[in-house]
Nanobody
């Protein structure tokens, strides 16, 4: 099994910053892409940012210039540095990893974290 554990959420005032972390562990053979998604109340889950093992990044238009995604491949950990936060960034943020797992056999990996709540007050 593969587990993703997120941390770093919380309450922050508009204009403030937060850093989210997500560590993957378990029967991981390799991780290709890691990403952060978010889901606000009454809305669909949306991609916020993603990063490949080679370091290529993708951002949602709404967070470009404010959020930065990075990863430590040796630790199977991905980070999301969020700055200039806005009330509309309030959501549960989920970490996702896709790649290959090795137990109980070699198989595709698509794992999700439990989510961490980010609340931005105006």
């Amino acid at each position: 099994q593969v587990q993703l554990v997120e941390s770093g959420g919380g309450l922050v005032q508009a204009g403030g910053s937060l850093r989210l972390s997500c560590a993957a562990s378990g029967s991981i053979f390799s991780i290709n892409r890691m990403g952060w998604y978010r889901q606000a109340p009454g809305k669909q889950r949306e991609l916020v940012a993603a990063i490949t093992s080679g370091g290529s990044t993708h951002y949602a238009d709404s967070v470009k210039g404010r959020f930065t995604i990075s990863r430590d491949n040796a630790k199977n950990t991905v980070y999301l540095q969020m700055s200039s936060l806005k009330p509309e960034d309030t959501a549960v943020y989920y970490c996702n990893a896709d790649g290959i797992a090795f137990a109980p056999d070699i198989r595709p990996l698509d794992a999700w974290g439990q989510g961490t709540l980010v609340t931005v007050s105006s």
